[in-house]
């Protein structure tokens, strides 16, 4: 996978805007706006919760696909007609010289889908059309499961984020009413920093944590969706059928403008 331009862009346009609407918005001194106390409740606060509320394991992968959104996802139409293309290779192989041929000229560097990986190993043990579809769609069923605990774990974080923002809000509203006394010309610079843990959360919320989960959730989406596409051919394979009817076949699954036809090849 390549780097994300798109997610690049967006995260910098978004801090951008924001430091941009501090500068010209007038704030006497726009260092208000950094506040580590605040900064720490915020994130601090929100990764206690989340280890309060989820396994550790699943959380960690949930801060490593944090990390991934970044990583360009290389899954297309073009890939996907690619995809094809091999299916339907397999199948005039599986056709014409059988399964022993399949399995002498099929490339090893293709186990590094585990889908094609599970489904393959399936065919070449002389498993049904049926049964190989069943297991595999088992497979990426629950494989798609766990990976959206992250979507999850990531969606969660972004409504904990907000609410230690106002409890770090409420604790400097506390602290400086305890200290205010007489003494009232020191409101608005403490009213100030105490809103600015909510600032932190709302922000963190809705630029990192909510953007990434959609992020990730499209991103096992659309490998939920490549895996089905191989599977629904695969599964024909032990059939031997026509590479027409395969190629027929799977041409539905790709947008009209890129339906394989093997007769141009």
């Not at 293709?110 to 297991?135: A, C, H, Q, R, W």
Request: proline letters at 3%; charged letters at 20%; hydrophobic letters at 45%.
């Amino acid at each position: 996978m390549s780097f994300s331009i798109g997610t690049f862009i967006g995260t910098i346009a978004g801090i951008g805007l924001f430091v941009y609407s501090i500068a010209t918005g007038g704030a006497k001194d726009p260092l208000v706006f950094l506040h580590l106390n605040s900064f720490l409740m915020v994130i601090g606060g929100t990764i206690a919760a989340t280890f309060i509320a989820f396994k550790e394991n699943y959380i960690m992968k949930s801060f490593s696909g944090l990390m991934n959104i970044f990583k360009h996802l290389d899954i297309n139409s073009k890939t996907l007609y690619q995809d094809v293309g091999k299916i339907i290779t397999w199948g005039e192989i599986m056709k014409k010289g059988g399964l022993r041929e399949l399995q002498n000229k099929f490339e090893d560097a293709e186990y590094d889908n585990p889908i094609v990986k599970f489904s393959m190993e399936l065919v070449f043990t002389g498993s049904k059309s049926e049964n190989v579809k069943n297991l595999t769609e088992d497979l990426i069923d629950s494989q798609y499961e766990r990976n959206n605990v992250q979507v999850e774990i990531l969606d969660t974080m972004a409504t904990f984020a907000p609410a230690f923002g106002m409890i770090g809000t409420l604790v400097g509203l506390v602290i400086m009413l305890g200290n205010m006394g007489s003494d009232t010309s020191d409101v608005g610079s403490g009213m100030a920093v105490s809103l600015i843990t909510t600032l932190y959360g709302v922000l963190f919320a809705n630029l990192l944590l909510k953007p990434a989960a959609r992020k990730l959730e499209q991103k096992f989406s659309i490998i939920q969706y490549r895996d089905k596409v191989l599977l629904e051919g695969i599964a024909m394979l032990p059939q031997k059928p026509h590479p027409y009817i395969l190629q027929d076949h799977l041409n539905r699954f790709l947008d009209p403008e890129n339906h394989f036809d093997i007769a141009e090849r």
